[in-house]
C-alpha cells in the first residue's frame, strides 16, 4: 500500500456562501459590477484571481468606452494565442446586458495563420478600417507599436490580459510601450492580472506610472468564500530523494482530477528524458491498455479496477499532441467530468488554461517565477459541482552529498517556502489597519465577535461579505501622501513578495538561531520598501514598513493557531479569521512593538522540520550556516538609525550590556560604526 504524505503548508477553509458567483440585473457577477463602477477611469487595473471573471469584465467596460466614451476602438492583448478564445462572442443580452460583445473571426489574431511578425499589417488595417474590437498577442502588439508609433493608437482602448508580462525594465518591451502610451495620454488602458508581481522581483508598472492608474481589487479570498462547491484548498511542497517517477504516487492519488506539471528538462528533478518519465508515471498509475482513437488519451486500468484517461500534453509529435490539445478544447468537456482524468504537461496547461474540474494541480521542481505558481494553482480553484476539495502540491528533490546539488536544493527550497509564505497571503482576507485609540468607533459593516468592539482593548473587526479585517494596532504609524496610502491599501502583498523574495532574510529567519526579529521586521524589511518606494519620505516608508509586517506576521500567527485547532479537529470556514482573532485578543496590548518581536519566518520553519528529513534539514542548514557574515556598514547604518528613534522615545542611547536583544544589536550597530569611524581616523 502506497504511503500518502500530508503536510499541507497552507490549508484554507472557505464558506461557500456562492456570492461570488451570483450576478445583478445587467448579468454581472460581483468583481465585474465592482469594475464596471469604475468604467469612465481612463487607467484601470484589475487585480482579481483566476476564474473571477475578467474578460467578461473588460466586455463590459470595452462596450461602453466604445457606445458611450467616445473611444473608437479596442485591442484586446493577450499573451498567447490560447487565451484569445476568452475574448470570442458573448451574448450579453441574454442576461441583462444592453449590448453583446462581438468579434470579427477575422480580427481575432490570435485564431489567424502565420506568426505575429506577419499579423501586423492585419493591425493596421484594423486601425484604417471601421472594425471596432481586435485581439492580438502581446508579441504583436508591440511589433505593431513598433512599426506605426503610439500615435497611431489615438482614441483606442488597449486591454493588457495576463499585465504580470508587462515589467518597468527598460528591456521589456510592452512595458516601455505602456509608458509611452501614459506619457502620450491619448488612450484608455485597462490592466487585468491575477498576480500583481513577477517571479524576477521586476516592479510591473514604476511607481509614476502606476499612480495613474484606478485599481479594482477582487481577492482569492473573496472569489473563493464566494462559490458554490469548493470549501477547502491546502497548498503544501514536499521532499522526496531519488527519482520522482518513484515516489510520486506518494503525492498524487489517480481518484483526483489531476494536472502533472514535470520538470523542465534543465532543472535538477528532471532525468533529462521527459517522454520516460511520461511513460513511468504511467506505469506507475496501473496498467496501459492502449490509447483512445478518438481523443488521443492513454487509457489506464488502476489498481482498484477504475479506467483513467490520462491526456498526455509532453509528447512533441505533433499529431498527437495536436489531437490531445483539440480534444481538451471540445466545448462539451466543459461540462463533463468524466471526459478526462489526468493531464500530464511541460510548459502548457498553466496560464489561461480552463478545466474546473481540476482538483490536485502536482507540479515537480520548483518554478523560478512565483507568478508561474500562482497561475498553476489558479488552475485547482475553479468552482465546479461536487468538487469541496482541491490542492497545490511541489514535489523538490532533497539535498545529495555533493556541496553544488546542495546549494541548488537549499535555493529551490528557500523558493519553495518564499511561494508557500507568498500564497498565505494571497488567499487571506484582506487587513486594513489603523491606530488604536480612545476616540475609534467601530466601523460599520464589521463583526467584532462575541464580545463586540470595545474602546479600551484590542478590537479585530471582519466583514464577512468582502473578505476584510479592520484591525486596531498602538502606536502604528499612518501613511501621510496618497501613494502611500494606496500602497497600504492596494499593495502590500507586492511589498510582502519583495521581502519573501529576499533570501538573507529568509535564510536568517529560518536557520539563525542568534537573530534578533526586529533585524528582520524593521531593518531589512525597511530597506525592502525604502529601495523599492524611493521617492516617498521617511515617514511614510515606515508606514508602509509596519502595514506589511502587521500583515504577514498576523497571518503567520493566525496560521500557527489554525494548524493547532485542525490537529485538534476544531478547523472550520472560521479558522483564518477565529486565527487572527485570537491571537489579537491573547495579547494584551495589540501593538506595533509586539508584532515587530515576532519571526515572520517561525512558523514556515516548523512545517519545514516536519517536511524534510533529519538528515536533509541538517545539510541545509549547515549551507546557510557557512555563508553567514558578520554586521555589514550598511546594517550598520540602519541599526543606527533605529537606535536614533530608540533614544527619541527613551530618552537614551541603546546599551550593549543590555538584557533585551533588540536593543543590544542596535547598540552593536552604534558600536560598529564608531569603531570604522576611528579606524579611518588613524587611517
Avoid at 502536482?362 to 461536487?386: F, H, N, P, W
Avoid at 486594513?432 to 475609534?440: A, D, E, G, K, V
Avoid at 529567519?509 to 531593518?523: I, K, R, S
Wanted: charged share 30%; aromatic share 8%; proline share 4%.
Amino acid at each position: 500500500m502506497i504511503e500518502h504524505k500530508a503536510i499541507p503548508s497552507v490549508s484554507v477553509n472557505y464558506a461557500c456562501n456562492g456570492r461570488s458567483k451570483k450576478s445583478n440585473e445587467l448579468g454581472m457577477r460581483v468583481m465585474q459590477e465592482r469594475v464596471y463602477e469604475r468604467r469612465g477611469e481612463q487607467y484601470l487595473l484589475i487585480k482579481s484571481p483566476p476564474a473571477s471573471g475578467k474578460s467578461r469584465a473588460l466586455m463590459f467596460v470595452a462596450l461602453d468606452k466604445l457606445h458611450n466614451q467616445g473611444l473608437c476602438k479596442a485591442i484586446i492583448v493577450v499573451p498567447e494565442k490560447a487565451i484569445g478564445s476568452s475574448f470570442n462572442d458573448e451574448a450579453l443580452s441574454q442576461f441583462g446586458f444592453w449590448a453583446d460583445w462581438e468579434v470579427s473571426p477575422k480580427l481575432n489574431l490570435c485564431n489567424a495563420p502565420g506568426e505575429d511578425g506577419g499579423k501586423v499589417n492585419s493591425v493596421k488595417a484594423f486601425l484604417d478600417g471601421d472594425d471596432r474590437v481586435l485581439v492580438c498577442t502581446h508579441a504583436t502588439f508591440r511589433f505593431a507599436v513598433d512599426r506605426f508609433g503610439v500615435e497611431a493608437f489615438d482614441g483606442c482602448l488597449i486591454a493588457v490580459d495576463e499585465f504580470h508580462h508587462v515589467s518597468a525594465n527598460p528591456d521589456n518591451k510592452l512595458g516601455a510601450h505602456l509608458g509611452q502610451f501614459i506619457a502620450r495620454d491619448k488612450v484608455h488602458i485597462l490592466a487585468m492580472t491575477g498576480s500583481y508581481f513577477r517571479g524576477d522581483a521586476e516592479p510591473v508598472l514604476s511607481p509614476y506610472d502606476e499612480a495613474n492608474f484606478e485599481t479594482v481589487t477582487y481577492t482569492y479570498y473573496e472569489q473563493l468564500n464566494g462559490y458554490e462547491y469548493l470549501k477547502s484548498l491546502d497548498i503544501g511542497y514536499y521532499f522526496y530523494s531519488g527519482s520522482y517517477a518513484d515516489e510520486i504516487l506518494s503525492v498524487l492519488n489517480p481518484r483526483e482530477k489531476t494536472i502533472i506539471h514535470i520538470p523542465n528538462v534543465n532543472s535538477r528533478e528532471s532525468t533529462k528524458d521527459k517522454i520516460k518519465e511520461v511513460e513511468h508515471i504511467i506505469e506507475e498509475l496501473g496498467d496501459w491498455q492502449g490509447i483512445d482513437p478518438d481523443t488521443g488519451f492513454h487509457l489506464v486500468k488502476t489498481a482498484d479496477g477504475k479506467l483513467i484517461k490520462i491526456a498526455d500534453l509532453v509528447d512533441d509529435d505533433p499529431t498527437k499532441r495536436d489531437k490531445v490539445s483539440a480534444t481538451l478544447r471540445f466545448p462539451e468537456a466543459k461540462d463533463d467530468r468524466d471526459h478526462v482524468d489526468i493531464i500530464i504537461a511541460l510548459g502548457m496547461a498553466k496560464e489561461g488554461f480552463d478545466w474546473i474540474w481540476c482538483e490536485h494541480a502536482l507540479t515537480v521542481g520548483y518554478r523560478s517565477s512565483l507568478t508561474e505558481i500562482i497561475q498553476i494553482i489558479g488552475r485547482a480553484t475553479r468552482d465546479a459541482k461536487g468538487k469541496t476539495h482541491a490542492r497545490f502540491t511541489n514535489l523538490i528533490a532533497e539535498p545529495d552529498a555533493s556541496e553544488e546539488a546542495v546549494t541548488d536544493a537549499v535555493n529551490d527550497t528557500l523558493k519553495a517556502i518564499a511561494a508557500s509564505l507568498l500564497m498565505e497571503q494571497v488567499l487571506a482576507p484582506k487587513f486594513n489597519f489603523t491606530p488604536r485609540n480612545t476616540q475609534n468607533d467601530p466601523v460599520e459593516g464589521f463583526d467584532y465577535g462575541v464580545d463586540g468592539y470595545n474602546s479600551a482593548g484590542n478590537n479585530v473587526g471582519f466583514n464577512e461579505s468582502t473578505g476584510q479585517f479592520q484591525i486596531e494596532i498602538k502606536g502604528l504609524a499612518e501613511p501621510k501622501s496618497k501613494d502611500a496610502q494606496r500602497i497600504c491599501q492596494e499593495d502590500l502583498n507586492e511589498v510582502i513578495t519583495a521581502f519573501v523574495q529576499d533570501k538573507t532574510s529568509l535564510e536568517r529567519g529560518l536557520f539563525d538561531e542568534e537573530m534578533v526579529p526586529e533585524e528582520l521586521t524593521q531593518v531589512r524589511m525597511g530597506k525592502i520598501v525604502k529601495d523599492k518606494y524611493p521617492e516617498l519620505d521617511e515617514g511614510d516608508h515606515e508606514a508602509i514598513r509596519q502595514h506589511a509586517i502587521a500583515a504577514l506576521n498576523l497571518t503567520q500567527k493566525a496560521k500557527e493557531i489554525v494548524n493547532e485547532n485542525t490537529r485538534s479537529e476544531q478547523g472550520g470556514s472560521t479558522a483564518f479569521v477565529d486565527g487572527v482573532r485570537s491571537f489579537a485578543m491573547d495579547v494584551r496590548d495589540l501593538d506595533i512593538d509586539l508584532i515587530d518581536r515576532i519571526n515572520p519566518f517561525s512558523e514556515a520553519y516548523a512545517i519545514l522540520a516536519k517536511s524534510m528529513s533529519e538528515e536533509s534539514l541538517k545539510q541545509v542548514a549547515a549551507v546557510i550556516s557557512a555563508k553567514k557574515v558578520s554586521l555589514s556598514e550598511e546594517e550598520a547604518r540602519e541599526l543606527a538609525k533605529r537606535a536614533i528613534r530608540f533614544k527619541t522615545e527613551r530618552g537614551r542611547l541603546p546599551e550593549l550590556t543590555s538584557p533585551d536583544p533588540w536593543e543590544k544589536r542596535m547598540a552593536e550597530g552604534i558600536a560598529f560604526l564608531q569603531r570604522k569611524v576611528a579606524g579611518e581616523s588613524h587611517g
